[in-house]
């Protein structure tokens, strides 16, 4: 009995693996034109050894690979992910290059990077939900770090410049460890939206993130940058800021205000100052105005920062929307009135003017003097010229 149903097994097995022509991912047939069809394990360390990439552990499992960093190195828990350079340093909180408020946070960041760096040969042990946690965070610490500016009656532009710079590396070093495709959290002052692709083929093509204030429209291609970077993942970050009052630089003149949500946008590929491909940014304005607005991002590249505009065009501007193209990544807003670069060409133009001026009346002065002079101790001489003609 056992006999017959063992061979009836095997028949039936046999039937199947004859009509099966695929086997499943991770899995080959090393031999297709034989009868008996077995799938065996792809050794995808051996097939491709860079697959890892240069400086990792590769280890063979059954129907999958899994990569192993070495000590400076991470893939954040991707397994499947090559491993990228870690560098806690700019997690290490000094006196005065931080808001206060931030010390903590920050100091919870740079734990979180020295235990990336430590988890190293032994794998993935970290919990799924710390990115999670530590984005809620962030974006909770941004929340009252907002508020504390604004009620701060000495508020500078250099406290602004340290809250967005500070929000931009804890990005860098959270978006990697975020377990979702996307994630989206919302406060009172802060909205925030991430989305995670982790896939050993190079995405391509358009990427867009919306939140109610702002739509960012962007290319893999940019988000990504030099195709040789790409270890397995990528992120694009749209954090918005609702509160602006705190967002305006103490340099700005009294007319200049802000007419959208700031919004800070952020991407995996970390050479972001001269795009090869501008990025759009769609702002609601927050009233609608027939002004026309400027676009502008916060420039801390020379003194305590400053709204600029340099980089960034208005493509396309109604009462209630405005899109701005720039070709490099920070945070932007639309300003109202009139920016520095149209201010220094209104000047330019008034300076020019002034100098014409100045130069015409010197010029008449000088030819009024010369002519008078000429009557008087000339008159004889142009009298002979007249008499010469007739
Ligand atoms: C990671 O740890 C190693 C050894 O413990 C150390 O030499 C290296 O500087 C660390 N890297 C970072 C980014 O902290
Ligand atoms: C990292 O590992 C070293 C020794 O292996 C240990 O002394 C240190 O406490 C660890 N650091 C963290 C943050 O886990
Ligand atoms: C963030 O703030 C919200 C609202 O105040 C609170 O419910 C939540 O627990 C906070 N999260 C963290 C991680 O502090
Ligand atoms: C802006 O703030 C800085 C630092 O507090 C201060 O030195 C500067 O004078 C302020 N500028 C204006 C125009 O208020
Ligand atoms: C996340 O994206 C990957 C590919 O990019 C896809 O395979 C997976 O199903 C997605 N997960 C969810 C929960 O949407
Ligand atoms: C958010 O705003 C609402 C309404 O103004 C208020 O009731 C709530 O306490 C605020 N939450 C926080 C965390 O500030
Ligand atoms: C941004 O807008 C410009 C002009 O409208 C367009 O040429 C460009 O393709 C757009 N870029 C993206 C990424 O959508
Ligand atoms: C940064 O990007 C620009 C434009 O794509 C490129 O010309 C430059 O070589 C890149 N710089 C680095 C350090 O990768
Ligand atoms: C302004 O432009 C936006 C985006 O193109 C469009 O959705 C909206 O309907 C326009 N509004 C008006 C009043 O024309």
């Known amino acids: 009995m056992g006999a ?77 992910a090559q491993c990228a350079e870690l560098n806690c340093d700019p997690y290490e909180t000094q006196p005065g290059q931080t808001l206060p408020g931030f010390d903590s946070f ?54 602004v410049t340290k809250l ?28 925030v939206k991430i989305l995670v692709r982790r896939d050993k083929n190079l995405p391509k093509g358009p990427v867009s993130l919306t939140n109610e204030n702002t739509q960012l429209d962007t290319t893999w291609e940019t988000v990504i940058g030099d195709d040789q970077n790409y270890q397995g993942f990528a992120f694009v970050v749209l954090l918005s800021y609702k509160n602006l009052d705190s967002l305006k630089d103490n340099t700005s003149h009294q007319s200049q205000q802000l007419m959208s949500s700031a919004a800070t946008v952020s991407v995996s590929n970390s050479n ?48 209630t929307h405005t899109v701005c193209s720039c070709n490099h990544l920070s945070t932007f807003a639309l300003l109202k009135g009139i920016h520095q670069e149209k201010l220094s060409l209104v000047m330019l133009v008034g300076v020019f003017v002034a100098l014409t001026c100045v130069s015409l009346s010197l010029i008449t002065t000088l030819w009024c003097r010369f002519v008078s002079r000429k009557r008087r101790g000339g008159n004889r001489q142009q009298q002979d010229v007249q008499l010469n003609r007739k």
Request: glycine residues 6%; charged residues 15%; proline residues 3%.
């Open 272 to 319: 972001t100052t001269n795009l090869p491909q501008l990025i759009n940014l769609t702002f609601n304005h927050l009233q609608s105005s027939d002004v026309d607005p400027t676009c502008v991002y916060w420039s801390d590249e020379n003194g305590p920062g400053v709204w600029s505009g340099r980089g960034c065009t208005s493509v396309m501007s109604n009462s």
């Open 164 to 191: 967005l710079r500070t929000i931009e590396i804890s990005i860098r070093l959270i978006a990697p460890q975020l377990t979702e495709n996307v994630t989206r959290i919302e406060t009172n002052h802060t909205t």
């Open 106 to 159: 920050l100091s919870l960041l740079r734990n979180n990077c020295l235990v990336l760096n430590n988890s190293t040969l032994s794998g993935p042990t970290r919990p799924l939900s710390t990115g999670d946690m530590l984005l809620t965070l962030l974006v909770n610490t941004t929340d009252v770090l907002q508020l504390d500016l604004q009620s701060n009656g000495h508020r500078s532009s250099s406290e």
């Open 4 to 80: 017959i149903l063992f061979l009836l097994i095997v028949v039936v097995l046999m039937d199947q693996g004859a009509r099966v022509t695929r086997c499943a991912n991770g899995f080959t047939q090393p031999y297709s034109n034989q009868e008996f069809l077995n799938c065996i394990d792809i050794n995808e360390c051996v097939e491709n050894q860079h697959i890892c990439g240069e400086r990792e552990i590769c280890v063979n499992q059954v129907g999958s690979y899994l990569c192993k960093c070495h000590t400076g190195f991470s893939n954040y828990g991707n397994r499947l």
